[in-house]
């Protein structure tokens, strides 16, 4: 069982920057696959970035390829979500979600994952 809380979320203007984090609660936190997602007002939950459990490699939707960068401080227990870039399509309540692994494998879709933060709301004004 593992706990989620992210933060980081706020108001920022388009082309700027935010960096979300989701501190988890447990051990062996190198053993989990964490992702993030986010869910615009009307839309489903969207797959926006995974760090593979146990060194493995990150995974990015094309829609933030190139602007949005995950990482991980397993010694933290925390997850980072760092923002550039950002656009107004880009506004949303955005997920910390966690999958307990045993070697990394490629999980983008909202039903693999069995642990989730409450979400943190990222609003991006032009």
């Known amino acids: 069982q593992v706990q989620l809380v992210e933060s980081g979320g706020g108001l920022v203007q388009t082309g700027g920057s935010l960096r979300l984090s989701c501190a988890a609660s447990g051990r062996t936190f190198s053993r989990y696959n964490m992702a993030w997602f986010r869910q615009a007002p009307g839309k489903e939950r969207e797959f926006i970035a995974e760090d593979g459990c146990c060194g493995g490699v990150t995974y990015y939707a094309d829609s933030v390829k190139g602007r949005f960068t995950i990482s991980r401080d397993n010694a933290k227990n925390t997850v980072y979500l760092q923002m550039d870039s950002l656009k107004s399509e880009d506004t949303a309540v955005y997920y910390c979600?966690?999958?307990?692994?045993?070697?990394?494998?490629?999980?983008?879709?909202?039903?693999?994952?069995?642990?989730w933060g409450q979400g943190t709301q990222v609003t991006v004004s032009s």
């Open positions: 979600a966690a999958k307990y692994l045993f070697q990394s494998v490629a999980l983008t879709t909202r039903r693999q994952y069995d642990y």
